[in-house]
């Protein structure tokens, strides 16, 4: 069974803190699964997507991102702190998905930040975001701050036990979902 996991980094600047942080999470999935995910990165995906201000208008790039991300079975979702909330790209990013295509969708949510200050924007921001989608979000989630990186690499321990711990649940749902599958590919097989 092939398991899709799709890394989403919300940020538009380049080098990008939360762009590393998606990339860590996905190591760290890859590492305790073997599965390695693809990343899409806003920087270079959003100027495609803001050509459409409906669905029915993508086309090109801007489709293939959004298919990408209907399809993805995991997200590992991640945003830059703006105005105590995730970016406008990202927002017209899910402003263009299918609702239909996330219920039961598992997401990992990330955010990176300039303080501790904005730490719950995970919370308060992206879970509610998920949620209306129905999609199930994974209980930890992982907030950088500046000072967590070194050359835009993470060197917080704690970030990255946090790290840890989310991978270590996303390796739970994936094999579950292999779990659940097997009986049923033999039943058709």
Same mark, same amino acid.
């Not at 979000?137 to 500046?146: Q, V």
């Not at 946090?162 to 270590?168: E, S, T």
């Given at each position: 069974m092939t398991?899709?996991?799709?890394g989403?980094s919300?940020?538009?600047a380049?080098?990008?803190?939360?762009t590393?942080l998606?990339?860590a999470?996905?190591?760290?999935?890859?590492?305790r699964?073997?599965?390695?995910g693809?990343?899409?990165?806003?920087?270079d995906d959003?100027p *495609?997507?803001?050509t459409a %201000?409906?669905?029915?208008?993508?086309?090109?790039?801007?489709?293939?991102? @959004?298919h +990408?991300v &209907?399809?993805?079975?995991m997200?590992?979702?991640?945003?830059?702190v703006?105005?105590?909330?995730?970016?406008?790209a990202?927002?017209?990013l899910f402003d263009?998905?299918n609702h239909?295509?996330?219920?039961g969708?598992?997401v990992?949510?990330?955010?990176?930040g300039?303080?501790p200050?904005h730490?719950?924007v995970t919370e *308060?921001?992206l879970r509610p %975001?998920?949620?209306?989608l129905n999609?199930q979000?994974?209980?930890?989630? @992982?907030? +950088?701050? &500046?000072d967590d990186?070194?050359?835009y690499?993470?060197?917080n321990?704690?970030?990255i036990d946090?790290?840890?711990?989310?991978?270590?649940e996303?390796?739970?749902?994936?094999?579950?979902?292999?779990?659940l599958a097997?009986p049923?590919r033999a039943?058709t097989?």
């Open positions: 398991v899709n996991l799709l989403l919300g940020s538009v380049r080098p990008s803190r939360t590393a998606i990339r999470i996905l190591d760290a999935v890859a590492a699964t073997g599965i390695f693809t990343l899409i990165e806003l920087v959003a *495609h997507l803001f %201000l409906t669905r029915k208008q993508l086309s090109g790039r801007a489709a293939q991102v @959004i +990408a &209907e399809t993805a079975d997200l590992v979702v991640g945003t830059p703006y105005r105590a909330s995730y970016t406008g990202l927002k017209h263009l998905v239909e295509a996330f219920p969708k598992k990992i949510l990330a955010a990176t300039g303080t200050l730490g719950l *308060h921001q %975001l998920f949620g209306f999609a979000t994974l209980p930890t989630t @992982i907030y +950088a701050i &500046e990186f070194a050359d690499r993470l060197v321990p704690k970030t946090r790290i840890g711990r989310a991978a270590d996303a390796a739970a749902q994936l094999n579950l979902r292999k779990t097997a049923w039943a097989g």
